[in-house]
């Protein structure tokens, strides 16, 4: 075990707009959850990093209004991409740490968000 | 900060063929490293890790050697087949910290 899920696996929404991507640990509870952005021909950046219950601590660079995480629970993980602008466009990415920090991360299969 | 480097694609190969993809990175400490892969259509997997020094990762045929000397740790396999075809990720860190990945390298093999 240890599976990922992340929802939507793709989402076209129009500029301006919200649009929520979920991460869940199907199996394993996570106290610790990753969101990385990949643009194209580039590394998987990371966002932030997502705690159970507390704030998330983000990346240099990261605009916290912009992009909301909240992790409400052991096995969910949610990222909200408010206004969006066709800059956003991207494929996010999520994964979580089973057990101990020092445990391989797993990841969910990445939502591909396209703004018109 | 942290980096990882490694050999941009596609690298196309034969099936059977030797396989190496670099990876360098600089980073402060002594992270762990790490190789993913990700299969068409599918989310990424660890493929491989190594936490120290000289320490040899390996799986289903790969191997990464952890190389302080030179800041290295390429991926090898001594011959490739057709299932072998996805994109490779080298990455650093883990833990609370998270990862630091390369940009990935694309690898086709053909029949």
């Known amino acids: 075990g240890a599976v990922v899920s992340q929802h939507p696996s793709w989402v076209i929404c129009k500029s301006g707009t919200s649009v929520k991507i979920e991460c869940r640990s199907l199996?394993?509870?996570?106290?610790?959850m990753f969101w990385y952005r990949q643009f194209p021909k580039q590394s998987l950046m990371l966002m932030a990093t997502s705690n159970e219950g507390s704030k998330a601590t983000y990346e240099q660079g990261v605009e916290k209004d912009k992009f909301l995480i909240n992790h409400a629970s052991l096995t969910l993980s949610t990222l909200t991409v408010t206004s969006a602008h066709p800059e956003d466009s991207s494929f996010y990415i999520c994964?979580?740490?089973?057990?101990?920090?020092?445990?391989?991360?797993?990841f969910g299969n990445g939502t591909r968000l396209t703004v018109t | 900060g942290n980096s990882v480097t490694q050999m941009e694609g596609p690298v196309t190969l034969s099936e059977e063929a030797f396989l190496t993809i670099n990876c360098t990175y600089t980073a402060t400490g002594y992270p762990s490293l790490f190789w993913y892969v990700q299969y068409p259509g599918e989310g990424l997997q660890l493929l491989l890790k190594a936490t120290k020094a000289d320490d040899k990762g390996s799986n289903k045929g790969f191997e990464a050697t952890y190389r302080k000397e030179t800041t290295s740790f390429h991926l090898e396999k001594g011959s490739v087949q057709v299932s072998d075809s996805a994109v490779y990720f080298c990455?650093?860190?883990?833990?609370?910290?998270?990862?630091?990945f390369g940009k990935g390298t694309h690898l086709i093999i053909q029949p």
């Open positions: 199996d394993f509870q996570a106290t610790t």
């Open positions: 994964s979580a740490i089973k057990g101990r920090l020092d445990s391989p991360l797993h």
């Open positions: 990455a650093l860190g883990g833990g609370a910290d998270g990862l630091t």
